[in-house]
């Protein structure tokens, strides 16, 4: 049924090739083939790095493209040293088209093999998890070629590992189980609680759960928030309007420039509203954009909050009034002629919303997300500023615009970094991967979840089917699937594990947040090594 979903992508993308290079732009992937087939074979590129760069240092091999393993393959000869690392079982960015297969290739170029089998991370309750629950989920049967690594070691086993630990050097994870999905959540924050009151640093606790939905970060938060334990979330590839920060600074910006024409819809000054403020509910903040704020006059669009009748202002109470008013004459007061967006955005932040009362103050997430935004309204300005300049287009006005028709959505190397910041973090599970930092406890939600095993879908493309070692001719099966995702499974958990220094935690719920029995194999697989305790 979707064959024609295909051939319809396969037109689109034709034609927007063909486009590209009739008027000379460049996408992603005709800058790859551009600097692949073009740039990289001209004589004067090659003599411009080739003497620059002397050392190489390649970490994570294996979660690199068969593109880029080519060129440095290509590069390595001339290089005077150089120092290659590839993980054992891992690979997991497999769904961006990373090939550990295709990394493997590097090893015959080496002069030194070394392998470090030993964890520097793990204690070894831990490390007997680990091997307990890699036989736990290990699929009976031949190896399967899909994830076959020729590196020298069979596939799921180092074979300089050590042994594993004897029966009494390993444990079981804690458990935290609720009836429901909210009984769940209740349990992880107080366990979380717990932790920090035993002198467990809040930056060594990291949430992990196969998807971090908006509801699922938003609910733990606020249990984590009133038992003041501070939480951040980690998630780099959400775009910027997906951001209730971001909305909120842009709908402010709106405000306080009426000379562009765009009003905000009175749902979106309420969400900014509740935004911008600490301890105000969104009925309080309904009802204050529907009394002050009148986008159909001239000049500033906010009313005082003096005008409101004094019944209603007991309702919304004075002190968030004060709140407002502070904001409002903030925005109203004159500003310097031509202001760039940006400089307007970080003052927005740095006067007003991030100090004591307002909706930023001591808020993470919120200083990334602004951080971003503003980074992202400086590059828009140093690239598109001298040509709406030459047009006369106010540039604050076209980036929200733009912004809002989801046009820019920039990706920042700030957003990956993920370091320890005296916050629990709050994760999906392969971001946290991708992260490569170890922390001392470890939360896994929602372990009934088939969700654990699920490959990360792309509509358009299979990362093993359109891999360079699929056999042209075979076709991908059912089997082949399930094979995939119990594989990718073993490793996710193995790769989790191996960055927990002393203590996991489960959380475990009879039915999800829809209201069905969890029945997934990550479960299965800890009932069976409850079963292995208990006899």
Known sequence: AQLHVYDDVQTCAAAFRAFCLRHNLLDFSLQVEVFRDIVWRLRECQALLRPAYRHLIYDNLEEDTPVAHDLLLEWLPGFDTALLVYDWEAGYRRFLGADPGSACRFKARCEQTLVFPESLVQSRAIQGLERRLDAALELPGETHFLFDEPCGAPLGRNPEAPLAPEASGWQLPEFVFGRFYPDMLDGTARAIAGLVENGVPAGEIVVLAPYLSDALRFALVERLAALDIPARSHRPSRSLREEPATECLLTLAALAHPEWGIRPSHFDVAYALLQAFQDVDL???????EIVYRPKGEGAWLTSFDRIRPEVQERITYRLGERYEKLRLWLAAPREEGQPLDHFLSRLFGEVLSQPGFGFHARYDAGMAAANLIESVRKFREVAGPALEALETPLGKEYLLMVQEGVIAAQYLGGWRLEAEGAVLLAPAYTFLMANRPVEVQFWLDAGSRAWMERLYQPLTHP??????????????????????????????????????????????EVNEQGYEQRGPLLAAFQRLLREANG
């Open 464 to 509: 093993f089917v359109l891999s360079r070692g699929w056999p042209e001719e075979r076709l991908w099966t059912d089997n082949d699937e399930y094979a995939s995702g119990r594989e990718a499974l073993r490793r996710l958990v193995l790769g989790l594990l191996r960055r927990c220094r002393s203590a996991l935690y489960l959380g475990l719920s």
């Open 283 to 289: 009925v309080r903040a309904q009802l204050l954009s």
